[in-house]
């Protein structure tokens, strides 16, 4: 952070990011990373990561958190790329992004409340979802009306479970 150290430089933060990227994996059998350790290691393991967060990252060079989940694939990825080069996370991020509250598993009001206890209260707040529903396909038809109804109730219902951040 300090090599760049401009006020209109700052971090776009992705609770699907942070928490794929320590919590889940869509390769392994149980869909979370168990190569640390046990289950209750990694949940230490990524509860310190988050204070770490929180404790570093200056709240001021935080522009934008950006909201999203992860469904479990059906059966894990196989750890190559697919018939279109797409790498495993790559696939999961791709397809099976739900808003939060929505059936997925990542610890994302975990991720929002690490953000919020830097002291951050002026960044953007926007889901990102790539929802090709649990399959990952994009079979599931529609409403767009009612899916931005949902992701408005799950961005609240997000806030609301953020509520008691310092």
């Given at each position: 952070?300090?090599?760049?150290?401009?006020?209109?430089?700052g971090?776009?933060?992705?609770?699907?990011?942070?928490?794929?990227?320590?919590y889940g994996?869509?390769?392994?059998?149980?869909?979370?990373?168990?190569?640390?350790?046990?289950?209750?290691?990694?949940e230490?393991?990524?509860?310190?990561?988050?204070?770490?967060?929180?404790?570093?990252?200056?709240?001021?060079?935080?522009?934008?958190?950006?909201?999203?989940?992860?469904?479990?694939?059906?059966?894990?990825?196989?750890?190559?790329?697919?018939?279109?080069g797409?790498?495993?996370?790559?696939r999961?991020?791709?397809?099976?992004?739900?808003?939060?509250?929505?059936?997925?598993?990542?610890?994302?009001?975990?991720?929002?409340?690490?953000?919020?206890?830097?002291?951050?209260?002026?960044?953007?707040l926007?889901?990102?979802?790539?929802?090709?529903?649990?399959?990952?396909?994009?079979?599931?038809?529609?409403?767009?009306?009612?899916?931005?109804?949902?992701?408005?109730?799950?961005?609240?219902?997000?806030?609301?479970?953020?509520?008691?951040?310092?």
């Amino acid at each position: 952070m300090s090599a760049v150290n401009h006020p209109k430089i700052g971090l776009c933060l992705d609770t699907f990011q942070i928490a794929g990227g320590e919590y889940g994996d869509p390769c392994s059998s149980s869909r979370i990373i168990f190569d640390r350790g046990l289950q209750q290691k990694l949940e230490m393991n990524f509860s310190q990561s988050l204070a770490e967060l929180s404790a570093i990252v200056p709240s001021e060079k935080i522009y934008l958190l950006q909201i999203s989940d992860a469904y479990k694939p059906p059966a894990p990825f196989r750890d190559e790329e697919d018939e279109n080069g797409m790498r495993p996370r790559g696939r999961w991020s791709h397809d099976f992004r739900p808003y939060p509250f929505k059936g997925g598993y990542l610890p994302v009001v975990q991720v929002a409340k690490a953000v919020l206890e830097t002291g951050v209260r002026d960044a953007w707040l926007s889901m990102e979802v790539f929802d090709g529903g649990r399959n990952g396909k994009w079979e599931e038809k529609r409403d767009l009306g009612e899916f931005c109804k949902g992701a408005m109730r799950s961005h609240l219902k997000v806030l609301d479970e953020c509520a008691d951040a310092p």
